[in-house]
């Protein structure tokens, strides 16, 4: 079985802002369409695939299809308690469509749980996104620390200092075999 | 008796969820990062191995379940109660499951999130 790794690179992220982004279109375009297209009862089914035919519907269904693509994508390399918190934010994106491009009154406690959703991303969006495979791979490593630090950050000012050092040391080394006293 | 049925109704959404979403993260975990595997042997491959995967039918069936449960619970009870409360038992829930059933180290940061999200999500469809 391939490795997984436990870092977040760009694609990573743009596979989580894919689930959010496609979940909150594919939705709003799908309820815009079902609006254009009237109310479907169970005895005349046949209006159903008259409202697929519908471009609002018909582009909805295949924003489902992106998200569902990118939903599955993220879980093959991502644990679920990471990715449903990490991609609620589309429930704040449809909020401040709802307010900025559909002029809809936001009410206060609207905006609470804006506040609280965007909390609780900030939260999970700070941990590991892997955390099981992880443990059986690398057991040394504590449960809390953060592979992302360990994998793409730049060495930190005292490891550079400490490469520098032992580069000095084997210059020192090099000065010695060669005898340059410079 | 409305109240019971729409309760029953949440709660089907509620478990049909969870368990769809185990069950996807489950089949995707056995298929592999799918980005990885898609390099290395292209897109027919990857189409392969996740349609040969059992457990993937079973979870997007669970999840169809979840959806005409909702649809029933709709016309039963108010969207307002039954959208806020379906969706934030659904993040509780999934903790629970997954720290159970998947062995995932959820952890207090992920304990609050999950807490913080549902809070949030009430709020926002209530």
Known sequence: MLRIENCLTFRKYLVLAGVTVFAAAGDSMLAHGMKQTGNISLHHLRSLFVAVLNPWVAVGILLLLAFFASYMSALSWADLTYVLPATSLGYVLLALVARFALHEQVSPLRWMGIALISGGVGFVAGGPALTHQQEESKPQVPSDHNPRENSISPPSRESRQKDGASLDVSRDHVRAATGDER | ?126
């Open chain 2, 1 to 126: 008796m409305k109240h019971l049925y729409t309760w029953g109704g949440i709660l089907a959404v509620v478990g049909f969820s969870v368990l769809g979403d185990i069950l996807m993260s489950r089949a995707m975990k056995q298929v592999g990062d799918l980005h990885a595997l898609g390099r290395r042997f292209g897109l027919g491959t990857v189409l392969c191995r996740i349609f040969s995967n059992s457990i993937f039918f079973v979870a997007v069936g669970a999840m169809a379940l979840a959806f005409f449960s909702l649809l029933f619970s709709l016309s039963w009870g108010d969207v307002s109660l039954v959208a806020p409360a379906a969706a934030s038992l659904t993040f509780i829930g999934n903790a629970f499951a997954a720290k159970i059933f998947l062995h995932e180290h959820v952890d207090r940061r992920r304990w609050i999130a999950a807490l913080l999200v549902a809070g949030g999500v009430a709020l926002l469809a209530g």
